[in-house]
């Protein structure tokens, strides 16, 4: 168990409905980040928060976006979804933003449908 | 966007084989980190490396951050049935904020 925690673990949805994936991050850590995994392009980063403030943006669709709270838990929303949406989401998370030195754990994903 | 080139993709031992395999990349990295993924499962940490030449274990598992810090390596001695699952690679640019990069994973089975 990282303890990072996520929700829902599956997901079935409809094209062009939009859904929320939620992180609860390791206890004391202030960085939250979100990967897409996919058949085909593999691990891919969307998208980084550092207590609750955008850090870093990776390959993450106009669509979709992201937030972190207060109480440092982030959310994920996915809206228009399309069948090539279709993936294992993961968040992770670490202590730091800082580079060198930083592990990142990750959760258990969220495994999402689109049909 | 960048890629690590990892190989093998696949491998198919005995029980109580070694196991060898690595990343390569054009770029240069700050940090190399190998992780198992297991069906179904979040990708699990096995090692960190933060420094060029660093030669780290965990176990039966071996990974060394190369001193070009292009590459990486990770290896499995006396592999077990439970070392069957995706290894995974990724590397952390300098600068790039925790923004990991992953190579495409190799599939190991073990027969026992």
């Known amino acids: 168990d990282s303890g990072v925690t996520q929700t829902p673990k599956h997901l079935i949805t409809a094209t062009g409905q939009r859904v929320t994936l939620r992180c609860s991050p390791r206890?004391?850590?202030?960085?939250v980040y979100w990967y897409q995994q996919s058949l085909d392009q593999g691990l891919q980063f969307l998208i980084q928060?550092?207590?609750?403030?955008?850090?870093a943006k990776g390959n993450i669709l106009e669509r979709f976006s992201a937030q972190q709270f207060p109480d440092l838990h982030s959310e994920l929303n996915l809206s228009s979804l399309e069948l090539g949406d279709s993936a294992l989401y993961f968040c992770?998370?670490?202590?730091?933003?800082?580079?060198?030195?930083?592990?990142?754990?990750f959760g258990e994903g969220s495994w999402l449908t689109v049909v | 966007g960048q890629q690590l080139n990892q190989s093998p993709q696949s491998m198919f031992i005995q029980e109580g084989e070694d196991v060898s395999m690595n990343c390569t990349s054009s770029?240069?990295?700050?940090?190399w980190l190998w992780y198992k993924q297991d069906p179904g499962e979040g990708p699990v940490l096995l090692i960190a490396?933060?420094?060029?030449?660093e030669l780290t274990s965990n176990g039966r598992l071996t990974a060394q951050f190369g001193i070009t810090r292009k590459d990486s390596f990770l290896n499995i001695s006396a592999s077990i049935p439970s070392d069957v699952g995706i290894y995974f690679c990724?590397?952390?640019?300098?600068?790039?904020?925790?923004?990991?990069?992953f190579g495409k994973g190799t599939k190991l089975s073990v027969k026992p």
């Open positions: 990724a590397g952390q640019l300098r600068g790039s904020q925790g923004n990991l990069i």
């Open positions: 928060y550092y207590n609750g403030e955008e850090r």
């Open positions: 992770a998370s670490s202590v730091g933003g800082a580079d060198s030195g930083n592990t990142i754990y």
């Open positions: 206890s004391g850590d202030l960085s």
């Open positions: 490396l933060y420094k060029a030449g």
């Open positions: 770029s240069i990295f700050n940090t």
